[in-house]
């Protein structure tokens, strides 16, 4: 897997963007990377051309530069990271999709930047990690160290292996979990009603028959990530509830979720993944291939 080189960085200078920026210096500085830091100015949708005889509103860049300077230089004062500030004018999603883009990034970071309590996660980062057609790091949290504790949901699919794989090599220093929530019931939910009622049915069997094959295919898919640390959970009837609540009780600062990539501006993020953006309070990585 190639090395992170050059990571966009989406943040609000008038919203609480000291996270974000902490973040993305601690991962350029762990895999030497870049950093391209890029402002999305919304253009006031009350200007009015100047040849109709009114003052043009304009905005500021320049001044919306320096105040990201001033904040960046506070911030990277020891690490020395590289660093170029772009500030442009446009809807945020589609500033940071184009951008990274035309810089070539291997990763992205941004900030949630919300306030509802039921929903962890902004407009602007569920429209990107839904769209991005790489790697996005999504900031919830304020920021210390580098990542400890890292949860990574798994299907055993490809892209999920491939997340972890990701993982590993940008946060050398972290401890990667995989867990899987298996739903034994589910399977023969349609057998058990009218007619078809299996009366013999031992559910206690085959639940342990189930849980068994489930940690069976968790140990090999352990082994082919090369990781130590892993967990089957009871999903019962809704293993997304099951892996949430999991999530949100434990103390991981990370979950990484995989992405199958996007087909134009439709995302292939699966129902699980775009439950984790939005209803956990812990940072979130979404791989995409």
Known sequence: MKKIKRIIVGIDIFAKSNNVLKRALIVAKQNEAELFIVHAVQTPWFSVPSYLGAKEVTVDTKGIKKKIEKKIKALNREDKVPYSIFVREGDADDILRYESKLLKA????????????????????????????????????????????????????????????????IFPSAKIKAVHAYEAFYAVGMYTAGSYTLETLDIEMYDESAKASAENNLKEFMQDVD?????????????????????????FDLVVVGSRGTTGF???LGSVA????????????????
């Not at 602007?124 to 949290?141: D, F, M, R």
């Not at 775009?274 to 291939?289: C, F, M, N």
Request: proline residues 4%; aromatic residues 6%.
């Open 106 to 169: 291997d990763m992205m970071v941004i900030g949630a930047n919300t306030k509802n309590k039921k929903n962890f996660l902004g407009t602007t980062a569920e429209k990107v990690a839904h769209q991005s057609h790489l790697p996005v790091l999504i900031v919830k949290n304020s920021v210390k160290k580098p990542y400890q504790n890292i949860v990574a949901p798994t299907d055993f699919q490809t892209q999920s292996k491939q997340s972890i794989l990701f993982a590993k090599n």
């Open 266 to 268: 439709k995302a292939l």
């Open 227 to 251: 990781i130590g640390k892993g967990k089957v959970i009871d999903g019962e009837l809704n293993g997304k509830e099951a892996l949430l609540e999991y999530i949100n009780k434990g103390s």
């Open 274 to 289: 775009s439950s984790i953006l939005r209803e956990t309070s812990t940072d979130v990585l979404v791989y995409v291939p």
